[in-house]
């Protein structure tokens, strides 16, 4: 995993964990405009440069980053959909490692069963992956903006049939862990109003987990564009969210 870092590392640090298929430059409206008062770290998830093993993997990397980096703690940190989970993990594992903590679309209800056809999926995702056709239809499903679609495509093209099928594991298998209920972390759960019922039912689901913690409905949107497609919306409400 490796981690691109922006603004002054004095500054109170907020990290965001991107998605599958997705990497830092998701995030570049965002970070460009939290860089001015805070310290942005970005992690590129594994998948990319190394195969991708597990949420509790990357949860493990991210922590060691924040204890020798940010000398164990952040301001907020952050995620979307699947980075929400590694989130979620990092929470449950650390109670005290961030003072904010942001999930955005994520799915604790995905459809049963499919986890058993991870390596048939994957290898079917990887094969495709080569047409652009496919990428931007995943591209779209995942809430980028059409501008981003090349990028997305050269980086879905990058991860490997091995990845795909543990990324498929891993989003099947996650369940929230029960120590999250101990996080101290203040917590905005984000889900578009036409986002998918089991994605309504995972942020109460986490909201009833995490004591400080709120659901925050976005009027029109579906997974992912909240994010992704406002980004200056979207830094106006963390910014709320740290001075309540």
């Given at each position: 995993?490796?981690?691109?870092?922006?603004?002054?590392?004095?500054?109170?640090?907020?990290?965001?964990?991107?998605?599958?298929?997705?990497?830092?430059?998701?995030y570049?409206?965002?970070?460009?405009?939290?860089?001015?008062?805070?310290?942005?770290?970005?992690?590129?998830?594994?998948?990319?440069?190394?195969?991708?093993?597990?949420?509790?993997?990357?949860?493990?990397k991210?922590?060691?980053?924040?204890?020798?980096?940010?000398?164990?703690?952040v301001?907020?940190?952050?995620?979307?959909?699947?980075?929400?989970?590694i989130?979620?993990?990092v929470?449950?594992?650390?109670?005290?490692?961030?003072?904010?903590?942001?999930?955005e679309?994520?799915?604790?209800?995905p459809?049963?069963?499919l986890?058993?056809?991870?390596?048939?999926v994957?290898?079917s995702?990887?094969?495709?992956?080569?047409?652009?056709?496919?990428?931007?239809?995943?591209?779209?499903?995942?809430?980028?903006?059409?501008?981003?679609?090349?990028?997305?495509?050269?980086?879905?093209?990058?991860?490997?049939?091995?990845?795909f099928?543990h990324?498929?594991?891993?989003?099947?298998?996650?369940?929230?862990?029960?120590?999250l209920?101990?996080t101290?972390?203040?917590?905005?759960?984000?889900?578009?109003?036409?986002?998918p019922?089991?994605?309504?039912?995972?942020?109460?689901?986490?909201?009833?987990?995490?004591?400080?913690?709120?659901?925050?409905?976005?009027?029109?949107?579906?997974?992912?564009?909240?994010?992704?497609?406002?980004?200056?919306?979207?830094?106006?409400?963390?910014?709320?969210?740290?001075?309540?």
């Amino acid at each position: 995993m490796r981690f691109v870092e922006y603004g002054n590392p004095k500054l109170p640090t907020i990290m965001l964990v991107h998605d599958i298929g997705l990497s830092y430059w998701a995030y570049t409206d965002i970070k460009d405009e939290l860089a001015k008062e805070y310290h942005v770290v970005l992690p590129i998830l594994d998948g990319i440069d190394e195969e991708f093993q597990s949420i509790e993997d990357e949860a493990n990397k991210i922590m060691m980053f924040i204890h020798n980096k940010c000398d164990g703690h952040v301001y907020a940190l952050g995620g979307l959909a699947f980075g929400s989970k590694i989130v979620l993990e990092v929470l449950s594992k650390n109670s005290n490692i961030a003072d904010y903590a942001i999930i955005e679309s994520v799915d604790l209800y995905p459809t049963k069963g499919l986890s058993s056809l991870a390596p048939k999926v994957a290898l079917s995702i990887s094969n495709l992956t080569k047409y652009r056709w496919f990428s931007s239809r995943q591209a779209a499903a995942t809430g980028l903006p059409k501008e981003l679609n090349t990028r997305y495509h050269e980086t879905l093209k990058s991860i490997s049939s091995i990845s795909f099928e543990h990324f498929i594991e891993e989003e099947y298998k996650f369940t929230l862990p029960p120590t999250l209920k101990n996080t101290s972390a203040r917590t905005l759960i984000i889900f578009g109003e036409k986002e998918p019922h089991n994605t309504r039912m995972s942020a109460r689901y986490i909201n009833e987990t995490i004591p400080y913690s709120q659901m925050y409905q976005i009027l029109g949107m579906t997974h992912g564009q909240f994010s992704l497609q406002h980004p200056h919306h979207y830094v106006r409400l963390l910014k709320r969210l740290f001075r309540n």
